[in-house]
């Protein structure tokens, strides 16, 4: 099966503060992007999504940066709160289906108190 | 949104024997599941698509005879994973989308298989 990476980058924030987590994705074929939560035990939560014609999008607390140029995703967690402690997953398109996607390797965001 | 519902949260069973994972869609129809295994800190890897009504298809090194996958119904998919062995032993996940025009998925909220 499809899947990018092994193990589980780390970023741990001030609560209150920014966060931003990263993605290299590595199709350049893929036209859409999701980024997911995941805590522990459960399945993933969407989160915010965009397509290649956009390189920003915002949401509530949460602003998706797109640069194609490169192949790079980020996340951007405003004032950032204990309970956005979570694994955070970019996703691509498979580039032949809206609906194939496929999962970075994952960033476990830490916030202290 | 849309809800998916996945079937047990939890399951332990002995060496060899298989077992039935159940993907429901509660509140809407889905032509397309997917399923995916997870091991700990790691990423979800996708094992294979569940087309209603015909055959899965299956990703590269993913045994179909392995993993079974049943589609029969807009609202169910399984996944049986036959003669189970430790190495099996993972957090399995599926995924449905609702309607053909709607990219975004919805994840059930996995399946954890420990196999002694």
């Known amino acids: 099966g499809e899947s990018v990476g092994l193990h589980l980058p780390t970023l741990s924030v001030q609560e209150g503060d920014n966060s931003i987590i990263n993605c290299a994705y590595s199709?350049?074929?893929?036209?859409?992007f999701i980024w997911y939560k995941q805590e522990s035990g459960k399945g993933p939560q969407f989160i915010i999504d965009?397509?290649?014609?956009?390189d920003k999008r915002q949401g509530q607390r949460v602003t998706v940066l797109l640069n194609k140029t490169v192949k790079h995703l980020s996340l951007q967690i405003a004032a950032t709160q204990p309970g956005d402690s979570a694994v955070y997953f970019c996703?691509?398109?498979?580039?032949?289906?809206?609906?194939?996607?496929?999962f970075g390797p994952g960033t476990s965001l830490s916030v202290i108190p | 949104g849309a809800v998916v519902s996945q079937h047990p949260s939890w399951v332990i069973c002995k060496s060899g024997t298989s077992v039935k994972i159940e993907c429901r869609s509660l509140?809407?129809?889905?032509?397309?599941m997917f399923w995916y295994r997870q091991f700990p800190k790691q990423s979800l890897m996708l094992m294979a698509t569940?087309?209603?009504?015909?055959?899965?298809?299956?990703e590269q090194g993913v045994e179909k005879d392995k993993f079974l996958i049943n589609h029969a119904s807009l609202t169910l998919s399984t996944l049986t994973v036959t003669s189970a062995h430790p190495e099996d032993s993972s957090f399995y996940i599926c995924?449905?989308?609702?309607?053909?025009?709607?990219?975004?998925?919805?994840f059930g909220s996995g399946t954890q298989l420990s196999v002694l």
């Open positions: 995924s449905a989308i609702p309607g053909t025009a709607n990219e975004k998925l919805f």
């Open positions: 199709n350049s074929a893929s036209d859409y």
């Open positions: 965009i397509r290649s014609n956009m």
């Open positions: 996703a691509e398109n498979s580039g032949t289906s809206y609906d194939k996607v496929i």
């Open positions: 509140d809407f129809q889905a032509t397309t």
């Open positions: 569940s087309n209603e009504g015909s055959k899965a298809t299956y």
